[in-house]
C-alpha cells in the first residue's frame, strides 16, 4: 500500500530540510569569511614587506681590532711607541646598510696621533696610530650610516723607546699586555725572571719576556711592568777623575759616573781608604786629612764599586 505523508509530516520535512540548508549555507559563509582574512593578512603582510621600501637598518655595535696574527680583539690590550707609525687598527661593526662612513679619532692628541686613518669597515680598511708621547688615550671609531652612527673605542698605551738594558722582574710581579688598565696577563713565578728592557711609560717599563714565559695562549713575549716591580742592576761604576793631587788647602770634585743610567739603584755612597790623608763628602768633594801620603776614594752603587786615587802634599 503505497502511504502518502501526512501535512504535519510534510511540513515536519520542509523545516528540516531548511535547517539544513541553512547550517550549510552558514558554514560556507564562515569558511569564506575565514579564507577570506587569511587572504587580507597575508596580503597585508606582503604588502608591508614588498609593497613599501623597508626602513634603513641603523649601525650598533662598533669593535675595533688589532690586525696581527689570530685577529686579536682591541680589549685595551694595545700599544704604541713614540715616533713609530703602526698601521694594524680596522673596525667592524653590525647592522650596517649602505656604505657606510668610518671616522678615527685620539681621546688625547699630545699621546696618540690618528696619522693614517681609514674611511672603511673590515681588514682592508687598516688605519694607522702613532705615539707622540708617553701615557694612555683612547682610539674611537665613529661609523655612520643611512640609519644613525655609532663608536668603538679601545685604549692604547704609548711607550717611548731606551737603550735596551738587562733587568729582573721580581717574584710576585706584574705584566700587564698592552693599557695599564688592561689585563694583568700573569704573576711572576716563584723566582725572579730575567727580562729586557725596551721602553718606558711613566711608572712602567715595556718588557721583553722569554720564550714561553708569558702564558696567554700566543706567543706574544712583551708586556708592561711596574717599575716597583723591576731590578735593572748597575753593571759599573767609574769615577772620574780617576787621579788626582791635592796640597795643603786643595780640594777636588770626583764624579761616578753609574751604567746603566736606568739602573734601579743609583744611589752613589762615597768613602775613604785613609780619613787621615783625605776626607770624602756625600756629594764626592775630597780635601785633604791632616797628613800627607795616598787614599783610595771609593764610591759605591747598587753593589757595584769604582775608586780614584788622590795624593796628598
Known sequence: MLTTPGLGGIQGSRRAAAQRHTHTHTRRRGRAWLSGLAVAVCAGLVGSSLGAAPEAWAVSKVSLWY?????QGCLDNRQAQVGVEDVSFYATATGVSG?????WSSSDGSVLAVTAPSSGLGEGQLAGVTGVSQGVADLTATVTDSGGSASGSCKVSVWEAVERVAGVVQAGGEAFNGAFEGAVLRKAAGADVDVEIWGESGAYWW???????????????????PKSDVDIPVQSVAVT???????????????AVVLPVLASDRDVVWSSSDTAVATVSSSGVVKPGS?????????????VKGAATVEVS
Open 207 to 225: 718588557v721583553q719576556f722569554p720564550d714561553g714565559y708569558l702564558d696567554d695562549g700566543s706567543t706574544f713575549r712583551r708586556a708592561f711592568v
Open 67 to 71: 690586525w696581527a696574527a689570530g685577529q
Open 241 to 255: 777623575p780617576g787621579d788626582a793631587a791635592l796640597g795643603v788647602g786643595q780640594q777636588v770634585a770626583l764624579r
Open 99 to 103: 656604505t657606510p662612513a668610518v671616522v
Open 291 to 303: 797628613k800627607s801620603g795616598s787614599a783610595t776614594i771609593t764610591a759605591k752603587a747598587g753593589g
